[in-house]
């Protein structure tokens, strides 16, 4: 053998002995790559948090304009009563269906109201 034979021989066999880890290393990267997408995948599929979901919400403001629509409707009925005698039958039936209009409407479509602290119960500890 000549010298160029023996060198480029054992140059050959160097290379492919440290090829091979270097091949399974690229292996294992791309294995790792190739599995992080999924993982990304799975977590969008995901379906998302209800606190999440809630936030985007519209915000409570408050219970002002069911009381006062409760009081235009009874100044309505006691004024045309006498016109309109099945005017408060109608006011009832009304009621109830807006009683689980409004519980949908508050469950569904509405975030909850923010918890606001109090020194004390107000005017029912004047009850007791």
Same mark, same amino acid.
């Given at each position: 053998?000549?010298?160029?034979?023996? %060198?480029?021989?054992?140059?050959?066999? *160097?290379?492919?002995?440290?090829?091979?880890?270097?091949?399974?290393?690229?292996?294992?990267?791309?294995?790792?790559? @190739?599995? @992080?997408?999924?993982q990304k995948v799975k977590d969008e599929e995901r379906r998302p948090q209800q606190w999440n979901l809630d936030y985007a919400l519209v915000p409570f403001e408050g219970l002002t304009p069911e009381y006062m629509e409760m009081?235009?409707?009874?100044?309505f009925v006691s004024l045309f009563v006498a016109s309109f005698p099945l005017a408060p039958l109608f006011a009832l039936l009304?009621? *109830?269906?807006?009683?689980?209009?409004?519980?949908?409407?508050? *469950?569904?479509?509405?975030?909850?109201? *923010?918890?606001?602290?109090? %020194?004390?119960?107000?005017?029912?500890i004047q009850l007791g």
């Open positions: 053998k000549t010298l160029f034979a023996q %060198k480029y021989s054992t140059q050959c066999h *160097v290379s492919m002995k440290q090829s091979i880890p270097l091949r399974k290393l690229k292996k294992l990267i791309r294995a790792l790559k @190739e599995k @992080e997408p999924s009081i235009i409707q009874f100044g009304n009621n *109830v269906i807006e009683i689980r209009l409004d519980a949908r409407k508050f *469950v569904t479509e509405l975030r909850r109201p *923010v918890a606001a602290r109090a %020194k004390d119960i107000g005017k029912l």
